[in-house]
C-alpha cells in the first residue's frame, strides 16, 4: 500500500484518492479514535489535510510527478470540488457507491494507516504510543 498513491494514471485521480483517504481516516479517526479533528474538529480541515499530504511524501506514498504546483492542484480540488471536498464527511458506504467497490474502503484505510504509522481498524497495525493526533493541535 506504500504505492497507492502511485498507481493512477491521472493526476486528478491520484487527487481524488489522496483526499477519500484523508476524509474517510478523518471519520475513522472520529469513529473509532475519539479523535475530533478535520470536518470534525472545531478548526480548519485544511492544515490537517496538507499535514495528511507532508507525511505521504515523507514516507514515500507520493508519485515522482509530485511537486509543489501538483500539491497546490490537490488541495485547489480539496477545498474547491463539489464532491472530492475535505470540509464534507465521507463514510465507508459513501466510498463503496461512487467507486462501485467494495474494497475501497480497506484500500483508502491502508493507505492512510501508511501515512499515519497506525489505523483503528482490525488487522490494522494499532496507532502508535507517540502518536500526537491532529485535533490536539492549534492550527490557528
Known sequence: MVKFFQEF???????EMLIDSFRLR?????????HYHGIYGQQPALPVF?????RAKAAGMLPRWWNEDKES??????????????????EKHDIIEHYKDRFMPM???MAAENVYG???????????EDYECQCRMDWR
Open 26 to 34: 478523518c471519520d475513522d479517526d472520529y469513529a473509532y479514535g475519539g
Open 118 to 128: 497506525g489505523g483503528y481498524g482490525i488487522g490494522q497495525r494499532p496507532m502508535s
Open 50 to 54: 496538507r499535514d495528511f499530504l507532508t
Open 73 to 90: 492542484a490537490c488541495v485547489r480540488m480539496a477545498v474547491e470540488d463539489e464532491h472530492f471536498n475535505i470540509e464534507f464527511a465521507v
Open 9 to 15: 494514471d491521472t493526476e486528478p485521480k491520484t487527487y
Open 107 to 109: 484500500r483508502l484505510r
